[in-house]
């Protein structure tokens, strides 16, 4: 019993369409879950993690081999956030006449970012790097990486802590902004692509064409101001 | 074949924009180059939006889609957050939920006003 289960285990883990087969079947599963009953643990992002990570350890699968079954899907991350130009492209009249609501956006969402980093790393003592490491969280990992390099943070606890930012954007943001009263579709999009950068823009998009391409425009927007600004926050004495 | 010529549109501006991140000293991801020129390519008619429509939306489509293998990826850097996990936790949550509302306030304040001026 337990040799063919091995057996079966290690066919799973050399057929390269697993990766894509539990991927895709957890976001399809994360939809129709979350078509019955929206709450945020079904939201299709968290839902196809857990269905993953359960793939995985049930049939010993790891992670290094399925990032490489997987290769095809992140391999289209850079064409498919070039892509948010084309609804930027669409709103273009939108996004000029609101200009500043934008500017407002990016400002305070900065602004309050630095702040609220720097508060909790005074509370808790926290040291210079890992208060650093914390200043990138709610921009696209390319960029925080690079700040976070330049800063002297660290890196590999950024690219989480950046993640699981997203994560959070993605199923609780459009929740949370309702229950704030906050429903203009521009300052929603705005907001969530401030906050949550990629990962929280696919969710923007599925609120609506309006929220994706200015959740879009602000990752690029945010990214931009966080390089100039990061290094000056990193001034700040703790 | 409609879908071939919009396809190597994305492609090469993919191919551009990773071009430009290892040659530009700054920490810019391929991606944002990327939108920007094919946002330059579409005002400036380069390429026209019925060429690439069809093909943007189904590339955006699979963009949650993309994000997920790294997502998971996560799993194996538990160790290396579980050290900051106190103010990680209230920073991740907190804060990410507090910079979200911070910045759609202030843009639906900015829009509501400038509704009112204008009506």
Redesign the interface.
């Known amino acids: 019993m337990t040799a063919s289960y091995d057996y079966l285990c290690d066919l799973f883990a050399h057929n390269m369409f697993f990766?894509l087969i539990v991927?895709?079947g957890?976001?399809f599963l994360g939809l129709s879950l979350y078509k019955r009953y929206p709450i945020p643990l079904f939201t299709?992002?968290l839902v196809?993690?857990l269905v993953?990570?359960l793939s995985?350890k049930i049939f010993h699968v790891d992670?290094s081999t399925?990032?490489a079954q997987?290769?095809p899907?992140?391999?289209?991350?850079?064409?498919?956030?070039?892509?948010?130009?084309?609804?930027?492209?669409?709103q273009?009249e939108l996004v000029k006449?609101?200009w500043?609501?934008?500017a407002?956006?990016?400002?305070?969402?900065t602004?309050?970012?630095v702040l609220?980093?720097w508060l909790?790393?005074l509370?808790?003592h926290?040291e210079h790097t890992?208060y650093v490491?914390?200043l990138t969280?709610?921009i696209?990992?390319?960029?925080g990486?690079?700040?976070t390099?330049?800063l002297g943070g660290?890196v590999?606890?950024a690219?989480?802590?950046i993640?699981?930012?997203?994560?959070?954007?993605n199923a609780?943001?459009d929740r949370?902004?309702r229950l704030?009263r906050?429903?203009?579709p521009?300052?929603?999009g705005?907001?969530?692509g401030?906050?949550?950068h990629?990962?929280g823009?696919?969710?923007a998009?599925e609120l609506g064409e309006t929220q994706?391409a200015f959740s879009?425009l602000?990752?690029?927007l945010t990214?931009?101001l966080t390089?100039l600004i990061a290094p000056l926050a990193a001034l700040l004495p703790l | 074949m409609r879908f071939l010529r919009p396809f190597i549109y994305v492609l090469a501006i993919s191919f551009l924009g990773e071009l430009l991140r290892a040659t530009i000293p700054a920490p810019i991801p391929a991606s944002v180059y990327g939108m920007a020129i094919l946002f330059a390519a579409l005002k400036t008619r380069v390429i026209k939006l019925e060429e690439i429509e069809t093909t943007g939306a189904f590339l955006l489509a699979l963009m949650p889609l993309a994000l997920v293998p790294a997502a998971v990826g996560l799993v194996d850097s538990v160790q290396e957050v579980k050290r900051v996990a106190a103010p990680g936790l209230i920073l991740i949550l907190g804060g990410t939920l507090a910079t979200l509302v911070a910045s759609c306030a202030a843009a639906q304040f900015v829009i509501s006003r400038r509704k009112e001026r204008e009506e």
């Open positions: 990766g991927t895709l957890g976001f299709p992002l196809s993690i993953i990570i995985l992670y399925y990032k997987s290769y899907l992140s391999y289209l991350l850079t064409p498919s956030t070039i892509c948010l130009a084309i609804p930027l492209y669409r273009f006449k609101n500043r609501a934008i407002a956006a990016i400002a305070a969402g602004a309050s970012n609220i980093v909790v790393a509370i808790f926290l890992e490491t914390f969280k709610s696209t990992t390319a960029i990486i690079g700040v390099e330049e660290n590999p606890i690219c989480a802590v993640a699981t930012s997203g994560v959070v954007g609780l943001g949370v902004l704030c906050l429903y203009e521009i300052a929603q705005l907001g969530i401030v906050a949550s990629a990962i823009t696919a969710r998009l994706g879009g602000a990752i690029a990214g931009l390089v």
